[in-house]
Protein backbone atom coordinates (compact mmCIF):
# COMPACT_ATOMS: atom_id res chain seq x y z
CA UNK A 1 0.00 0.00 0.00
CA UNK A 2 2.82 2.36 0.86
CA UNK A 3 4.56 1.63 -2.75
CA UNK A 4 1.35 2.49 -4.24
CA UNK A 5 0.57 5.45 -2.28
CA UNK A 6 4.04 6.87 -3.22
CA UNK A 7 3.65 5.72 -6.98
CA UNK A 8 -0.05 7.18 -7.17
CA UNK A 9 2.08 10.46 -5.94
CA UNK A 10 4.49 10.14 -8.21
CA UNK A 11 2.45 9.79 -11.10
CA UNK A 12 0.29 12.94 -9.95
CA UNK A 13 3.91 15.10 -9.65
CA UNK A 14 4.13 14.52 -13.28
CA UNK A 15 0.57 14.68 -14.63
CA UNK A 16 0.70 18.53 -12.68
CA UNK A 17 4.31 19.57 -14.50
CA UNK A 18 2.83 18.17 -17.87
CA UNK A 19 1.50 22.12 -19.11
CA UNK A 20 5.38 23.31 -18.11
CA UNK A 21 6.93 20.33 -20.14
CA UNK A 22 4.79 21.88 -22.49
CA UNK A 23 6.49 24.90 -22.67
CA UNK A 24 9.97 24.05 -22.44
CA UNK A 25 12.02 22.56 -24.95
CA UNK A 26 13.41 18.55 -24.21
CA UNK A 27 16.73 17.59 -24.31
CA UNK A 28 17.17 13.98 -25.83
CA UNK A 29 18.85 11.72 -23.52
CA UNK A 30 21.56 10.25 -26.45
CA UNK A 31 21.61 6.70 -27.01
CA UNK A 32 24.82 5.63 -25.59
CA UNK A 33 24.41 7.52 -22.04
CA UNK A 34 24.77 5.05 -19.30
CA UNK A 35 21.27 5.80 -18.00
CA UNK A 36 19.59 3.81 -20.56
CA UNK A 37 21.69 0.64 -19.62
CA UNK A 38 21.38 1.36 -15.77
CA UNK A 39 17.44 1.35 -16.41
CA UNK A 40 17.46 -1.79 -18.43
CA UNK A 41 19.56 -3.48 -16.02
CA UNK A 42 17.17 -2.85 -13.29
CA UNK A 43 14.13 -3.93 -14.91
CA UNK A 44 15.50 -6.50 -16.62
CA UNK A 45 16.29 -8.07 -12.95
CA UNK A 46 12.61 -7.02 -11.90
CA UNK A 47 13.60 -4.66 -9.46
CA UNK A 48 11.79 -1.78 -10.69
CA UNK A 49 9.36 -0.90 -13.77
CA UNK A 50 9.45 1.71 -16.19
CA UNK A 51 6.56 3.42 -18.18
CA UNK A 52 3.01 2.77 -17.17
CA UNK A 53 2.16 -0.07 -19.07
CA UNK A 54 5.37 -2.09 -17.02
CA UNK A 55 7.72 -1.92 -20.34
CA UNK A 56 11.20 0.15 -20.51
CA UNK A 57 11.59 1.35 -23.92
CA UNK A 58 14.88 1.29 -23.35
CA UNK A 59 15.12 1.32 -27.93
CA UNK A 60 13.41 4.58 -27.87
CA UNK A 61 15.28 7.83 -27.32
CA UNK A 62 13.72 9.73 -24.09
CA UNK A 63 13.92 12.98 -23.07
CA UNK A 64 15.66 13.52 -19.43
CA UNK A 65 12.20 15.06 -18.40
CA UNK A 66 10.81 11.29 -19.25
CA UNK A 67 14.09 9.32 -17.73
CA UNK A 68 13.36 11.67 -14.66
CA UNK A 69 10.04 10.58 -14.73
CA UNK A 70 11.82 6.86 -14.80
CA UNK A 71 13.52 7.32 -11.99
CA UNK A 72 10.92 8.80 -9.91
CA UNK A 73 8.74 5.60 -10.55
CA UNK A 74 11.74 3.34 -9.89
CA UNK A 75 12.54 4.87 -6.21
CA UNK A 76 8.54 4.53 -5.52
CA UNK A 77 8.09 0.68 -6.86
CA UNK A 78 11.66 -0.49 -6.09
CA UNK A 79 11.48 -4.06 -5.24
CA UNK A 80 14.10 -4.89 -2.24
CA UNK A 81 13.39 -8.27 -2.37
CA UNK A 82 15.61 -8.55 -5.72
CA UNK A 83 17.39 -5.24 -5.03
CA UNK A 84 21.27 -5.88 -4.65
CA UNK A 85 23.83 -3.31 -3.41
CA UNK A 86 24.98 -2.90 -7.25
CA UNK A 87 21.46 -2.00 -8.27
CA UNK A 88 20.78 0.80 -5.24
CA UNK A 89 24.07 2.38 -6.38
CA UNK A 90 22.91 2.37 -10.29
CA UNK A 91 19.53 4.13 -8.46
CA UNK A 92 21.96 6.78 -6.59
CA UNK A 93 23.97 7.78 -10.13
CA UNK A 94 20.63 8.33 -11.74
CA UNK A 95 18.92 10.46 -9.09
CA UNK A 96 22.44 12.47 -9.35
CA UNK A 97 22.52 12.42 -13.31
CA UNK A 98 18.65 13.62 -13.42
CA UNK A 99 18.70 15.99 -9.57
CA UNK A 100 17.25 19.06 -12.17
CA UNK A 101 14.84 17.41 -14.16
CA UNK A 102 13.72 15.74 -10.89
CA UNK A 103 13.46 19.13 -8.82
CA UNK A 104 11.39 20.06 -12.13
CA UNK A 105 8.90 17.75 -11.40
CA UNK A 106 8.34 18.34 -8.33
CA UNK A 107 9.93 15.26 -6.58
CA UNK A 108 12.70 16.12 -4.16
CA UNK A 109 15.85 14.98 -4.49
CA UNK A 110 17.33 15.17 -0.70
CA UNK A 111 13.95 13.06 -0.24
CA UNK A 112 14.79 10.10 -2.62
CA UNK A 113 18.51 10.25 -1.52
CA UNK A 114 16.96 9.47 2.08
CA UNK A 115 15.06 6.84 -0.04
CA UNK A 116 17.95 5.33 -1.04
CA UNK A 117 19.87 5.16 1.65
CA UNK A 118 17.09 3.64 3.89
CA UNK A 119 16.81 0.85 1.53
CA UNK A 120 20.75 0.47 1.79
CA UNK A 121 20.64 -0.21 5.55
CA UNK A 122 19.23 -3.48 5.36
CA UNK A 123 22.12 -4.47 3.73
CA UNK A 124 24.56 -6.16 6.89
CA UNK A 125 22.06 -5.85 9.92
CA UNK A 126 20.79 -8.41 12.23
CA UNK A 127 16.43 -8.75 12.13
CA UNK A 128 14.63 -10.23 14.91
CA UNK A 129 11.06 -10.90 15.98
CA UNK A 130 8.45 -13.20 16.72
CA UNK A 131 5.40 -13.98 19.33
CA UNK A 132 4.59 -15.73 22.91
CA UNK A 133 1.52 -17.42 22.60
CA UNK A 134 -0.31 -18.53 25.99
CA UNK A 135 -3.59 -20.65 26.32
CA UNK A 136 -6.34 -21.39 28.85
CA UNK A 137 -8.38 -23.73 27.90
CA UNK A 138 -11.74 -25.12 29.73
CA UNK A 139 -13.53 -28.05 28.61
CA UNK A 140 -16.06 -30.57 29.70
CA UNK A 141 -13.59 -33.63 30.51
CA UNK A 142 -10.03 -31.72 31.26
CA UNK A 143 -8.78 -28.39 31.35
CA UNK A 144 -5.13 -27.12 30.30
CA UNK A 145 -3.33 -24.32 30.96
CA UNK A 146 0.50 -24.10 29.21
CA UNK A 147 2.76 -21.22 27.26
CA UNK A 148 1.33 -22.53 24.26
CA UNK A 149 4.66 -21.53 21.60
CA UNK A 150 7.25 -19.28 22.01
CA UNK A 151 9.27 -18.03 18.62
CA UNK A 152 11.87 -16.26 17.63
CA UNK A 153 13.01 -15.38 13.99
CA UNK A 154 16.45 -14.62 13.32
CA UNK A 155 17.60 -12.81 9.75
CA UNK A 156 20.99 -11.69 9.05
CA UNK A 157 21.42 -9.83 5.86
CA UNK A 158 24.68 -11.02 4.89
CA UNK A 159 25.24 -9.10 1.97
CA UNK A 160 23.95 -8.05 -1.26
CA UNK A 161 23.17 -12.16 -2.73
CA UNK A 162 22.97 -13.84 0.87
CA UNK A 163 20.60 -14.07 3.67
CA UNK A 164 20.15 -16.20 6.45
CA UNK A 165 16.85 -16.97 8.72
CA UNK A 166 16.61 -18.92 11.86
CA UNK A 167 13.73 -19.72 13.66
CA UNK A 168 13.44 -21.00 17.38
CA UNK A 169 10.64 -22.18 18.98
CA UNK A 170 9.26 -24.08 21.85
CA UNK A 171 6.47 -24.25 24.29
CA UNK A 172 3.28 -26.59 24.19
CA UNK A 173 5.56 -28.93 26.62
CA UNK A 174 8.62 -29.26 24.28
CA UNK A 175 12.19 -27.80 25.10
CA UNK A 176 13.20 -24.57 22.16
CA UNK A 177 14.70 -26.00 19.18
CA UNK A 178 15.40 -24.90 16.03
CA UNK A 179 12.72 -25.18 13.75
CA UNK A 180 14.10 -23.75 10.68
CA UNK A 181 17.34 -22.81 9.68
CA UNK A 182 17.97 -22.01 6.12
CA UNK A 183 19.46 -19.50 3.27
CA UNK A 184 17.72 -17.52 0.55
CA UNK A 185 20.48 -16.91 -2.00
CA UNK A 186 20.02 -14.61 -5.25
CA UNK A 187 21.50 -16.34 -8.56
CA UNK A 188 21.92 -14.79 -11.76
CA UNK A 189 19.00 -14.78 -14.40
CA UNK A 190 16.61 -13.83 -11.45
CA UNK A 191 17.02 -17.34 -9.58
CA UNK A 192 16.51 -17.76 -5.75
CA UNK A 193 17.02 -20.46 -3.83
CA UNK A 194 16.17 -21.89 -0.17
CA UNK A 195 18.58 -23.92 1.09
CA UNK A 196 18.16 -25.49 4.89
CA UNK A 197 15.32 -26.69 6.88
CA UNK A 198 12.31 -24.14 5.66
CA UNK A 199 8.73 -24.14 5.41
CA UNK A 200 7.07 -25.10 2.11
CA UNK A 201 3.61 -23.72 1.30
CA UNK A 202 1.96 -23.45 -2.64
CA UNK A 203 -1.38 -23.59 -0.99
CA UNK A 204 -1.77 -21.03 1.42
CA UNK A 205 -4.17 -18.81 -0.39
CA UNK A 206 -6.38 -21.65 -0.90
CA UNK A 207 -7.08 -22.20 3.35
CA UNK A 208 -9.20 -19.63 5.61
CA UNK A 209 -7.21 -18.56 8.67
CA UNK A 210 -8.09 -16.42 11.51
CA UNK A 211 -6.03 -13.32 12.39
CA UNK A 212 -2.86 -14.92 12.73
CA UNK A 213 -3.08 -17.99 11.53
CA UNK A 214 -2.91 -20.05 14.72
CA UNK A 215 -6.32 -21.52 13.87
CA UNK A 216 -6.69 -22.04 10.45
CA UNK A 217 -7.89 -24.79 7.62
CA UNK A 218 -4.85 -25.76 5.90
CA UNK A 219 -3.13 -26.93 3.15
CA UNK A 220 -4.00 -30.63 1.11
CA UNK A 221 -0.31 -31.60 0.09
CA UNK A 222 1.97 -28.81 1.19
CA UNK A 223 2.61 -26.37 4.15
CA UNK A 224 5.95 -28.89 4.80
CA UNK A 225 8.84 -28.26 6.64
CA UNK A 226 11.17 -31.43 6.02
CA UNK A 227 14.72 -32.03 7.55
CA UNK A 228 16.63 -30.77 4.58
CA UNK A 229 15.52 -29.04 1.45
CA UNK A 230 16.80 -27.24 -1.56
CA UNK A 231 14.11 -24.95 -3.73
CA UNK A 232 14.90 -22.97 -6.68
CA UNK A 233 12.41 -20.00 -8.28
CA UNK A 234 13.19 -18.71 -11.64
CA UNK A 235 10.75 -15.41 -12.02
CA UNK A 236 9.53 -14.55 -15.67
CA UNK A 237 7.79 -12.18 -16.94
CA UNK A 238 4.32 -13.22 -17.03
CA UNK A 239 4.99 -16.18 -13.51
CA UNK A 240 7.49 -18.26 -12.03
CA UNK A 241 8.61 -21.72 -12.03
CA UNK A 242 9.49 -23.89 -8.60
CA UNK A 243 11.20 -26.88 -8.44
CA UNK A 244 11.80 -28.54 -4.85
CA UNK A 245 13.70 -31.52 -3.35
CA UNK A 246 13.54 -32.61 0.03
CA UNK A 247 14.89 -35.56 2.07
CA UNK A 248 13.78 -36.99 5.97
CA UNK A 249 15.03 -39.86 7.86
CA UNK A 250 13.33 -42.40 9.46
CA UNK A 251 9.25 -41.04 8.48
CA UNK A 252 5.76 -42.64 8.62
CA UNK A 253 3.20 -43.90 11.21
CA UNK A 254 5.27 -45.82 13.72
CA UNK A 255 3.08 -45.08 16.73
CA UNK A 256 0.03 -46.33 14.75
CA UNK A 257 1.40 -49.34 14.26
CA UNK A 258 -1.61 -51.41 15.40
CA UNK A 259 -4.95 -50.42 14.06
CA UNK A 260 -8.24 -52.74 15.51
CA UNK A 261 -10.75 -52.96 13.07
CA UNK A 262 -14.60 -54.40 12.53
CA UNK A 263 -15.12 -56.95 14.95
CA UNK A 264 -17.60 -59.93 13.58
CA UNK A 265 -19.18 -62.43 16.53
CA UNK A 266 -21.75 -65.38 16.88
CA UNK A 267 -23.91 -65.91 19.80
CA UNK A 268 -23.63 -63.79 22.76
CA UNK A 269 -20.50 -63.05 24.30
CA UNK A 270 -21.80 -60.92 27.18
CA UNK A 271 -23.72 -64.34 28.73
CA UNK A 272 -21.06 -66.20 30.55
CA UNK A 273 -23.35 -69.39 30.09
CA UNK A 274 -23.15 -69.69 26.72
CA UNK A 275 -20.31 -69.21 24.10
CA UNK A 276 -19.26 -66.76 21.41
CA UNK A 277 -16.89 -66.47 18.41
CA UNK A 278 -16.08 -63.99 16.35
CA UNK A 279 -13.55 -62.13 14.15
CA UNK A 280 -11.38 -59.42 14.62
CA UNK A 281 -9.56 -57.07 11.79
CA UNK A 282 -6.01 -55.65 12.80
CA UNK A 283 -2.82 -53.89 10.95
CA UNK A 284 0.28 -54.11 11.84
CA UNK A 285 3.25 -53.57 10.51
CA UNK A 286 6.93 -51.50 10.89
CA UNK A 287 5.73 -48.63 9.42
CA UNK A 288 9.05 -45.58 9.18
CA UNK A 289 11.41 -45.18 6.22
CA UNK A 290 13.51 -42.56 5.24
CA UNK A 291 11.82 -40.41 2.38
CA UNK A 292 12.25 -38.22 -0.22
CA UNK A 293 9.81 -35.39 -1.23
CA UNK A 294 10.45 -33.60 -5.30
CA UNK A 295 7.99 -31.08 -6.28
CA UNK A 296 7.28 -28.86 -9.51
CA UNK A 297 5.03 -25.57 -9.94
CA UNK A 298 4.68 -23.43 -12.95
CA UNK A 299 2.76 -20.53 -11.74
CA UNK A 300 1.18 -17.99 -14.56
CA UNK A 301 -0.07 -14.78 -13.75
CA UNK A 302 -2.26 -13.44 -16.94
CA UNK A 303 -3.27 -10.40 -15.95
CA UNK A 304 -4.40 -8.78 -12.75
CA UNK A 305 -7.64 -10.52 -12.56
CA UNK A 306 -6.40 -14.06 -13.81
CA UNK A 307 -3.77 -16.32 -13.02
CA UNK A 308 -3.19 -20.23 -13.75
CA UNK A 309 -1.03 -23.01 -11.44
CA UNK A 310 0.36 -26.72 -12.11
CA UNK A 311 1.39 -28.20 -9.43
CA UNK A 312 3.58 -31.66 -8.49
CA UNK A 313 4.70 -33.20 -5.58
CA UNK A 314 5.22 -36.80 -4.73
CA UNK A 315 6.77 -38.34 -1.51
CA UNK A 316 8.57 -41.06 -2.49
CA UNK A 317 9.70 -43.73 0.11
CA UNK A 318 12.69 -45.85 0.40
CA UNK A 319 12.37 -49.03 2.02
CA UNK A 320 9.32 -51.16 2.26
CA UNK A 321 7.88 -51.18 5.46
CA UNK A 322 5.56 -54.64 5.60
CA UNK A 323 2.30 -54.02 6.96
CA UNK A 324 -0.53 -56.76 7.59
CA UNK A 325 -4.13 -56.64 8.00
CA UNK A 326 -4.75 -59.93 9.67
CA UNK A 327 -8.15 -61.56 10.50
CA UNK A 328 -7.87 -63.30 13.73
CA UNK A 329 -10.43 -65.41 15.12
CA UNK A 330 -11.61 -66.14 18.49
CA UNK A 331 -13.59 -67.79 20.81
CA UNK A 332 -14.86 -66.95 24.36
CA UNK A 333 -15.02 -70.15 26.47
CA UNK A 334 -18.78 -70.57 28.18
CA UNK A 335 -18.40 -70.99 32.70
CA UNK A 336 -15.95 -68.83 32.99
CA UNK A 337 -16.13 -65.45 35.22
CA UNK A 338 -15.62 -62.71 33.83
CA UNK A 339 -15.44 -64.59 30.91
CA UNK A 340 -11.84 -65.84 29.14
CA UNK A 341 -10.93 -64.83 25.54
CA UNK A 342 -9.09 -67.57 22.82
CA UNK A 343 -7.69 -66.40 20.08
CA UNK A 344 -6.76 -68.98 17.10
CA UNK A 345 -4.04 -68.82 14.25
CA UNK A 346 -4.64 -65.81 12.39
CA UNK A 347 -4.94 -65.88 8.79
CA UNK A 348 -2.95 -63.17 6.05
CA UNK A 349 -5.59 -61.22 4.43
CA UNK A 350 -3.45 -59.09 2.85
CA UNK A 351 0.34 -57.63 2.49
CA UNK A 352 1.44 -53.99 1.60
CA UNK A 353 3.47 -51.01 2.46
CA UNK A 354 2.31 -48.07 4.33
CA UNK A 355 5.29 -45.97 4.62
CA UNK A 356 4.18 -45.90 1.10
CA UNK A 357 4.47 -43.32 -1.77
CA UNK A 358 1.37 -40.72 -2.55
CA UNK A 359 1.88 -38.65 -6.24
CA UNK A 360 -0.17 -35.77 -6.61
CA UNK A 361 -1.43 -33.02 -9.31
CA UNK A 362 -3.35 -30.49 -9.07
CA UNK A 363 -4.02 -26.98 -10.36
CA UNK A 364 -4.86 -24.03 -8.74
CA UNK A 365 -7.37 -21.04 -10.23
CA UNK A 366 -7.73 -17.30 -9.24
CA UNK A 367 -10.13 -15.15 -10.98
CA UNK A 368 -10.46 -11.35 -9.17
CA UNK A 369 -13.49 -10.45 -10.28
CA UNK A 370 -13.03 -7.00 -8.77
CA UNK A 371 -11.02 -5.54 -6.24
CA UNK A 372 -11.85 -7.33 -3.10
CA UNK A 373 -14.07 -10.15 -4.77
CA UNK A 374 -12.18 -13.55 -5.73
CA UNK A 375 -12.91 -17.08 -7.02
CA UNK A 376 -10.13 -19.84 -6.74
CA UNK A 377 -10.37 -23.07 -7.34
CA UNK A 378 -8.32 -26.21 -7.01
CA UNK A 379 -8.54 -29.94 -8.86
CA UNK A 380 -6.47 -32.65 -7.12
CA UNK A 381 -5.47 -36.53 -8.84
CA UNK A 382 -3.42 -38.80 -7.15
CA UNK A 383 -1.89 -41.91 -7.90
CA UNK A 384 -0.98 -43.92 -4.56
CA UNK A 385 0.68 -46.96 -3.82
CA UNK A 386 -1.46 -49.95 -3.21
CA UNK A 387 -0.30 -49.95 0.53
CA UNK A 388 -3.19 -47.21 1.02
CA UNK A 389 -5.55 -49.64 -0.07
CA UNK A 390 -5.38 -51.82 2.77
CA UNK A 391 -6.06 -49.27 5.49
CA UNK A 392 -9.99 -49.24 3.92
CA UNK A 393 -10.13 -53.14 4.86
CA UNK A 394 -10.27 -51.46 8.29
CA UNK A 395 -13.48 -50.58 7.56
CA UNK A 396 -14.58 -53.10 5.20
CA UNK A 397 -13.33 -50.81 2.34
CA UNK A 398 -10.89 -51.46 -0.39
CA UNK A 399 -9.95 -47.77 -1.15
CA UNK A 400 -9.33 -46.56 -5.40
CA UNK A 401 -5.48 -46.28 -5.49
CA UNK A 402 -6.64 -42.89 -7.65
CA UNK A 403 -8.89 -40.96 -5.42
CA UNK A 404 -9.49 -37.24 -6.82
CA UNK A 405 -10.68 -33.97 -4.49
CA UNK A 406 -11.34 -30.63 -5.85
CA UNK A 407 -12.63 -27.26 -3.58
CA UNK A 408 -14.15 -24.36 -5.09
CA UNK A 409 -13.31 -20.51 -2.66
CA UNK A 410 -15.45 -17.20 -3.00
CA UNK A 411 -13.52 -15.25 -0.94
CA UNK A 412 -14.99 -11.31 -0.33
CA UNK A 413 -13.31 -8.63 1.64
CA UNK A 414 -14.39 -6.36 3.93
CA UNK A 415 -13.82 -3.16 2.70
CA UNK A 416 -16.40 -4.53 -0.17
CA UNK A 417 -19.54 -5.75 2.20
CA UNK A 418 -18.16 -2.92 4.96
CA UNK A 419 -18.93 -4.89 8.03
CA UNK A 420 -17.59 -8.47 7.55
CA UNK A 421 -14.78 -10.37 5.23
CA UNK A 422 -16.75 -13.87 4.24
CA UNK A 423 -15.22 -17.29 2.77
CA UNK A 424 -16.99 -19.39 1.30
CA UNK A 425 -15.89 -22.58 0.37
CA UNK A 426 -16.86 -26.25 -0.59
CA UNK A 427 -15.13 -29.48 -1.07
CA UNK A 428 -15.23 -32.80 -2.38
CA UNK A 429 -13.11 -35.84 -1.63
CA UNK A 430 -13.01 -39.05 -2.75
CA UNK A 431 -12.93 -42.40 -0.07
CA UNK A 432 -8.97 -42.67 -0.22
CA UNK A 433 -7.68 -39.85 -0.74
CA UNK A 434 -4.59 -38.84 1.43
CA UNK A 435 -3.15 -36.25 3.16
CA UNK A 436 0.11 -37.24 3.41
CA UNK A 437 1.20 -34.61 5.99
CA UNK A 438 -0.76 -37.44 8.45
CA UNK A 439 -4.07 -35.08 9.69
CA UNK A 440 -7.18 -33.69 8.06
CA UNK A 441 -6.77 -29.84 6.70
CA UNK A 442 -10.25 -28.94 8.51
CA UNK A 443 -9.59 -29.49 12.17
CA UNK A 444 -9.57 -25.77 12.86
CA UNK A 445 -9.81 -26.13 16.41
CA UNK A 446 -11.06 -29.27 16.87
CA UNK A 447 -12.45 -32.25 14.90
CA UNK A 448 -11.64 -34.35 11.59
CA UNK A 449 -13.20 -37.05 11.88
CA UNK A 450 -13.79 -37.61 8.56
CA UNK A 451 -9.96 -38.81 8.45
CA UNK A 452 -8.19 -42.29 9.28
CA UNK A 453 -5.12 -41.34 11.60
CA UNK A 454 -3.04 -41.86 8.67
CA UNK A 455 -4.75 -38.81 7.17
CA UNK A 456 -7.05 -40.57 4.77
CA UNK A 457 -9.93 -39.89 4.06
CA UNK A 458 -12.75 -43.04 4.77
CA UNK A 459 -15.47 -42.37 3.00
CA UNK A 460 -16.63 -39.94 0.31
CA UNK A 461 -17.08 -36.35 1.56
CA UNK A 462 -18.55 -32.82 1.19
CA UNK A 463 -17.65 -30.13 3.17
CA UNK A 464 -18.78 -26.39 3.85
CA UNK A 465 -17.25 -24.02 5.53
CA UNK A 466 -18.41 -20.12 5.96
CA UNK A 467 -15.71 -18.19 7.50
CA UNK A 468 -16.51 -13.84 8.47
CA UNK A 469 -14.32 -12.05 10.06
CA UNK A 470 -14.69 -8.57 11.10
CA UNK A 471 -12.55 -6.12 12.20
CA UNK A 472 -14.61 -3.24 13.93
CA UNK A 473 -11.43 -0.63 14.62
CA UNK A 474 -7.87 -1.08 15.80
CA UNK A 475 -8.94 -2.78 19.27
CA UNK A 476 -11.76 -5.21 18.87
CA UNK A 477 -12.25 -8.14 15.70
CA UNK A 478 -14.47 -10.86 16.30
CA UNK A 479 -15.14 -13.88 13.60
CA UNK A 480 -16.94 -16.70 13.27
CA UNK A 481 -16.55 -19.96 11.52
CA UNK A 482 -18.54 -22.96 10.80
CA UNK A 483 -18.03 -26.17 8.82
CA UNK A 484 -20.28 -29.12 8.07
CA UNK A 485 -19.05 -32.49 6.99
CA UNK A 486 -21.11 -35.73 5.60
CA UNK A 487 -18.57 -38.60 5.65
CA UNK A 488 -17.91 -41.15 7.56
CA UNK A 489 -18.90 -38.91 10.14
CA UNK A 490 -21.64 -36.77 9.63
CA UNK A 491 -20.85 -33.67 12.20
CA UNK A 492 -21.01 -29.94 12.26
CA UNK A 493 -17.97 -27.23 14.11
CA UNK A 494 -18.58 -23.88 15.20
CA UNK A 495 -16.02 -21.66 16.20
CA UNK A 496 -16.51 -18.00 17.77
CA UNK A 497 -13.74 -15.63 19.02
CA UNK A 498 -13.60 -11.45 19.76
CA UNK A 499 -10.12 -10.28 19.47
CA UNK A 500 -9.24 -7.63 21.88
CA UNK A 501 -5.56 -6.03 20.76
CA UNK A 502 -4.53 -4.37 23.84
CA UNK A 503 -1.60 -2.95 22.63
CA UNK A 504 -0.71 -3.00 18.96
CA UNK A 505 1.36 -6.00 19.88
CA UNK A 506 -0.52 -7.57 22.25
CA UNK A 507 -3.40 -9.31 22.24
CA UNK A 508 -6.70 -11.09 24.07
CA UNK A 509 -8.75 -13.31 22.23
CA UNK A 510 -11.78 -15.31 24.11
CA UNK A 511 -13.20 -18.22 21.95
CA UNK A 512 -15.78 -20.92 21.90
CA UNK A 513 -15.80 -24.14 19.98
CA UNK A 514 -18.44 -26.56 19.60
CA UNK A 515 -18.54 -29.96 18.15
CA UNK A 516 -22.28 -31.01 16.81
CA UNK A 517 -23.56 -33.95 14.69
CA UNK A 518 -22.36 -37.94 15.35
CA UNK A 519 -19.45 -36.00 17.55
CA UNK A 520 -20.50 -33.75 20.74
CA UNK A 521 -17.66 -31.71 22.32
CA UNK A 522 -16.89 -28.09 23.30
CA UNK A 523 -14.83 -26.10 25.05
CA UNK A 524 -13.73 -22.34 25.98
CA UNK A 525 -10.39 -20.65 24.99
CA UNK A 526 -8.90 -17.37 26.25
CA UNK A 527 -5.08 -17.12 24.44
CA UNK A 528 -2.39 -14.21 24.75
CA UNK A 529 -0.26 -13.41 22.22
CA UNK A 530 2.31 -11.11 22.22
CA UNK A 531 4.55 -9.93 19.02
CA UNK A 532 7.84 -8.52 18.66
Request: overall charge negative; some cysteine.
Amino acid sequence: MKRFAALVAVLALVAFAAPAFAANPFMDVPMNHWAYDAVSQLASRGVVSGYPDGAFKGEWKATRYEMASVVARALAYVDMNKASKQDLELLKKLVVEFKDELDALGVKVDELDARVADLEKGVGKWYFSGYLRMQMTFGDDDDSWKVNRFRWNIKKVIDDKVTMNIRLQGGGGEDLGVELAYLTVKFPWDITANIGRFWLDWEGDFYATDWWGFAMDDAYITDIRPTMAVSFNKSFGMGDFSLYVAHDDNVGFADKAVLDGSHTWFGNPNNYWSWASGFDWELRGGLESDRYIYGARLNFNFNEMFSLAVNYMKYDYEDDAEVGVFLMPWTKLPMTWPGSYVYGTPYWGFSATLAADVETIWGDLVVNFKPGITLKGQYFMQDNDSAWQATGLLDGILYDDSPKAWKAILEIDQDVLGFTSLWLEYAQLDAGFVFPNGASPYGWMAGDAFCNGYGQVRADTTLWTVLAMQRWNEKWGTYVRYIDVDGWQDYNNWTVAVTHWYTPSLAFELGYDKLGGDLDDDFIWLRTTVFF
